[in-house]
């Protein structure tokens, strides 16, 4: 059975940097017309926590789906 993630941002932190989108492996991630983040594909995320790791603002969390 293939995991889920689920990815938690904080709107409020983000500043629309975009380094996590230039590391998404999966393209999950783009920025939105407001200059945040937004979670494009959710179903692609793999769980790689590139985006929480690379985040300066600490932003984005990765969580699997627990079911």
Same mark, same amino acid.
């Given at each position: 059975?293939?995991?889920?993630?689920?990815?938690?941002?904080?709107?409020?932190? /983000?500043? !629309? =940097? @975009?380094? $996590?989108?230039?590391? #998404? %492996?999966?393209?999950?991630?783009?920025?939105?017309?407001?200059? +945040?983040?937004?979670?494009?594909?959710?179903?692609? /995320?793999? !769980? =790689? @926590?590139? $985006?929480?790791?690379? #985040? %300066?603002?600490?932003?984005?969390?990765?969580?699997?789906?627990? +079911?």
């Amino acid at each position: 059975m293939k995991k889920e993630f689920r990815l938690l941002v904080q709107e409020a932190w /983000c500043k !629309g =940097c @975009g380094i $996590c989108v230039g590391f #998404c %492996p999966q393209k999950v991630l783009g920025i939105a017309v407001n200059g +945040k983040l937004s979670v494009n594909h959710p179903e692609l /995320c793999i !769980g =790689c @926590g590139q $985006c929480q790791l690379r #985040c %300066p603002d600490f932003a984005i969390k990765v969580e699997e789906v627990k +079911k």
